[in-house]
């Protein structure tokens, strides 16, 4: 069937959605059949897909789909050397590029500013950009300042390369922020504060984990944001504070504009979208299929452990 209509028509591969047992069925073997009979794909979202490497990105650079999306969370054997193939050969059209490791591997650390140099210039299209758990330092973030005015959305959680420098570039040069991510990194209050004081369409930030920030920053940040940001999400921050300090940050929070979140970890404006919208692997998902299927109507979406759509009749001669 992969050599007929379906394979001809697929355009998004998506093993988001699949259970565990057909994740971890997948091998660079059987995806790089799947992609071979599809060379129109677009959209390739892979997430705890230990057994994908980089011989499978290879395999995708060599095919060069007109590819815009490229999704692979939580990548255990994924190194820099595949993520080049595929920014060499496919960048011109990528709009989405997202990368993490696994929490017991270094696999990503090898993604430094170099590749972020090479994303710069090879990939024009990129609004959504999450170099998670890399090794993109200053250099780097002052290259996407320069060469990505237009970023949406750029996460750098579990990154540790940079420091305020970094930072201060990115709230110069990306000012079309929408969503922004540091989870457990170095950001600390002042670079938050920088960058939404100047990026002002930013809706959605999330510095969980961050040990540099803390309650009083939070406050501060909350202040000098737009009136466009909706969420602001900090869990695991503000632990060491004392049990006066979180009782004027909640005082504060229920005299504001916000709503404070039961557990007391992020602010919300009322009515703003729920957090996996801007960050989670299930906001990603909708948004590429929805908009991958209403661009091809006739199209096919294929996801692991789904079977394929059942075909007409009068589609099968084609």
């Given at each position: 069937m992969l050599d007929g209509w379906w394979g001809r028509r697929l355009r998004c591969f998506d093993a988001v959605q699949g259970d565990e047992g057909s994740r971890e069925a997948l091998t660079d073997a059987l995806l790089v059949l799947i992609l071979s009979r599809a060379p129109q794909i677009t959209a390739v979202m892979m997430h705890h897909c230990h057994h994908i490497s980089d011989a499978s990105l290879g395999a995708l650079a060599l095919m060069a789909p007109p590819l815009h999306v490229l999704d692979l969370g939580w990548?255990?054997?994924?190194?820099?050397?595949?993520?080049?193939?595929?920014?060499?050969?496919?960048?011109?059209?990528?709009?989405?590029?997202?990368v993490s490791s696994t929490s017991n591997t270094l696999s990503l650390l090898n993604v430094d500013?170099?590749?972020?140099?090479?994303?710069?210039?090879?990939?024009?299209?990129?609004?959504t950009l999450q170099m998670n758990?890399?090794?993109?330092?200053?250099?780097?973030?002052?290259?996407?300042?320069?060469?990505?005015?237009h970023l949406q959305c750029l996460g750098l959680d579990g990154s540790h390369a940079w420091d305020e420098q970094g930072m201060a570039c990115l709230a110069v040069g990306c000012q079309g922020l929408?969503?922004?991510s540091a989870?457990?990194?170095?950001?600390?209050?002042?670079?938050?504060?920088?960058?939404?004081?100047s990026c002002r369409a930013v809706e959605a930030v999330r510095v969980s984990n961050c040990s540099?920030?803390?309650?009083?920053?939070i406050q501060e940040c909350a202040a000098v944001a737009s009136d466009s940001l909706l969420?602001?999400?900090f869990q695991g921050v503000g632990g060491a504070a004392s049990p006066t300090a979180r009782a004027a940050f909640s005082s504060w929070a229920r005299s504001s504009r916000w709503e404070l979140s039961p557990k007391g970890d992020a602010l919300a404006s009322p009515g703003a979208s729920p957090s996996w919208v801007y960050f989670g692997d299930l906001g990603r998902k909708s948004r590429v299929l929805d908009e991958a299927c209403s661009r091809h109507?006739?199209?096919?979406?294929?996801?692991?452990g789904s079977p394929p759509p059942s075909l007409a009749p009068a589609a099968t001669g084609d």
């Open positions: 990548s255990a054997r994924v190194t820099a050397w595949g993520l080049k193939q595929v920014i060499d050969r496919c960048g011109g059209t990528l709009t989405t590029l997202c500013d170099g590749v972020a140099h090479q994303l710069c210039m090879l990939c024009p299209l990129l609004t758990d890399t090794s993109i330092g200053n250099l780097g973030l002052a290259a996407i300042s320069i060469k990505m005015p929408i969503s922004f989870a457990a990194s170095r950001l600390a209050d002042m670079d938050l504060c920088r960058l939404l004081a540099a920030i803390t309650l009083k920053g969420l602001l999400e109507s006739s199209d096919v979406c294929s996801s692991v």
